[in-house]
């Protein structure tokens, strides 16, 4: 073949490489471009939602939204659906606007007892005997009511010369419903052996008005906890038991009239 024909080839075979290669590159970089325009679902806070909030909690609250965005601005580790965080936590405060990612929540149970705090929601802990405790049978995640014993002053009224004299009385009644157990007591195995005289602390979830109820039974009278059933628990009537009704009640009158020396102050 000719010198000058081999040159003319060589430069029509480049001439062609180099546009089957633009034309690859024009082809690619379109596709990049219409990739980057293409809208897709990301999670969005509609709201501020405060380090601490439970996934479920800002999903219940509307405080995650899908929203849609140009691929091209979604940001690393966008969640995609709610239910990617339902059972984690936000770690850190995410603005109104700010996209969602998987960095900013954490397990709940990595979270501890903080994770399962939300709103009014507060955590106490209080020390009692295993009695009071129900060491060996409380278990975390168990609901209890707390009952309370407490002394008491009223004016009574003396039938012989009607002066009014200050007389100690004692009530005991449920004083807290359906609380939440977050750390049972230790020994929370019935095969472990539990000393009867060593405190076994508790903790609890309150309201931040339940714990200054439960902060006065425990600092200023007798306590005790009742566990409730898993399923099906069901509270009876309001009441209050008194010395008057724990020996008076059920019986007849003649029964009740020898009771108090026969008269009715006691009802």
Do not use: C, H
């Not at 705090?117 to 168990?142: H, K, V």
């Not at 609890?204 to 628990?233: E, H, Y």
């Amino acid at each position: 073949m000719p010198y000058r024909v081999r040159n003319v080839f060589l430069a029509v075979a480049l001439a062609v490489l180099a546009a089957v290669l633009t034309s690859f590159y024009v082809a690619n970089y379109k596709r990049t471009v219409q990739n980057g325009e293409e809208n897709v679902s990301v999670v969005v806070a509609g709201d501020e939602i405060p380090a601490g909030t439970s996934g479920a909690d800002a999903a219940a609250g509307g405080l995650l939204e899908l929203r849609e965005v140009p691929r091209r601005s979604v940001v690393p580790g966008a969640v995609a659906a709610p239910e990617d965080v339902q059972e984690k936590v936000a770690t850190t405060t995410i603005y109104a606007g700010e996209q969602v990612t998987a960095s900013r929540f954490r397990p709940a149970t990595e979270a501890g007892v903080q994770g399962q705090l939300t709103g009014n929601m507060r955590a106490m802990q209080i020390s009692g005997d295993p009695n009071q405790t129900l060491a060996g049978t409380l278990r975390t995640g168990d609901r209890v009511d707390l009952v309370a014993s407490l002394r008491y002053s009223v004016k009574d009224i003396a039938p012989d010369d009607a002066t009014a004299a200050d007389k100690d009385r004692i009530a005991s009644r449920v004083v807290l419903r359906d609380l939440l157990v977050l750390k049972a007591p230790g020994g929370a195995n019935l095969t472990e052996e539990i000393s009867p005289a060593a405190t076994q602390p508790v903790q609890l979830a309150v309201t931040d008005s339940q714990a200054q109820k439960l902060f006065f039974v425990t600092k200023n009278g007798d306590w005790t906890l009742q566990l409730r059933p898993v399923t099906g628990a069901e509270d009876s009537p309001e009441s209050v038991e008194t010395l008057e009704s724990v020996l008076g009640d059920g019986l007849r009158e003649a029964q009740f009239l020898q009771l108090y020396g026969g008269r009715r102050s006691g009802r």
